[in-house]
């Protein structure tokens, strides 16, 4: 049984307007429809899609904050509705946007509750504390209250936070929110260590794509609460029509390159654009530009996976 396991999920909400004097409107908003998925233990799996796709109502329903209204969902075995207090000992969630540190207290107090919370064995607490303080580099700021934290020392604490407890699953919304390069290049090292070493499945909301490019193996895009696409990386290029482009720079100016697979897209001086297919090799179409022009000299420009996105959005 996959360890998140999803199929014919929705949520309905029911929203009421004023439509003048005492009368109301009724209408019914679907945030989740037809959803239907599932993930395999130790996954790393990249969610996304445009505000109000449905990705909040979902991460809600799975860690049970939010009831169905119809179809079937099991997280760990577990009906997350029905088995809240079960299931918190087995999944972690942080929120980029929130807190669940105490923000008056030092965050090593904070880390003390959180033990006697979910009841941590306190050898294990003491070695998960101190696996996760070296990792994520808090030594200095234990002693530190929560609101005197910056926001990237912050989200540090909440994803050891998250982690004290040994769950099984780790749900992140917007983690990199609001950090600089240094600290997202330093938290993406931490969490594919974290899968890589203990095993923990990761479900990734973002709308920073290099998060998703840089952990995950494997992208779900909802729209209209609906999943419009599921797969890797290279499935999701393809099916965006993304294309490649290879950026030839030739000794003097020329015609147009014409080559098989590749179709020259702009001209500037000696240099030209050649784009082709994003699942194409490269190499056939660099052995041609070489054995019929000059080249000075050539670099591939991969395709943004932003455009990607956002084209298959619009066919949505």
Partial sequence: MPLIDVRDLERT????????????????VHAVRDLTFSVEAGEMVGYIGPNGAGKSTTIKMLTGILVPT??????????????????????????????????????????????????IPIERYRANLAAYVELLDLGDLL???????????RMRGDITAALLHDPEILYLDEPTIGLDVVS???????????????????????????DIEALCRRVMVIDHGTLVF????????????????????????????????????RVEGP???LSFPSDAS?????????????????????????????????RA
């Fill in 13 to 28: 909400f029911v929203v009421r307007k004023r439509a003048g004097g005492m009368r109301r409107t009724r209408t019914e």
């Fill in 70 to 119: 119809a179809g079937h969902l099991h997280v760990a075995g577990l009906e997350p509705s029905r088995h809240r207090t079960e299931l918190a000992r087995r999944i972690g969630v942080v929120f980029g946007q929130r807190t669940t540190l105490w923000w008056d207290l030092p965050l090593h107090d904070s880390f003390e509750l959180l033990q006697k919370i979910y009841r």
């Fill in 143 to 153: 002693d530190t209250p929560v609101r005197q934290l910056s926001l990237g020392q």
């Fill in 184 to 210: 997202k290049g330093r938290l993406r090292e931490f969490l594919r260590t974290l899968n890589a070493e203990r095993g923990i499945t990761l479900l990734l909301t973002t709308h920073d794509l290099q």
């Fill in 230 to 265: 599921d797969g890797d990386l290279a499935a999701l290029h393809r099916k965006g029509g993304s294309t490649r482009t290879l950026v030839v720079d030739l000794l003097d100016e020329a015609a147009p390159i014409e080559v098989p697979g590749a179709t020259v897209r």
């Fill in 271 to 273: 240099r030209q654009w």
């Fill in 282 to 314: 490269a190499a056939p179409i660099i052995s041609a530009v070489a054995a019929s022009y000059a080249v000075a000299d050539l670099s591939i420009q991969e395709p943004e996976i932003e455009d990607v996105i956002r084209d298959l959005y619009g």
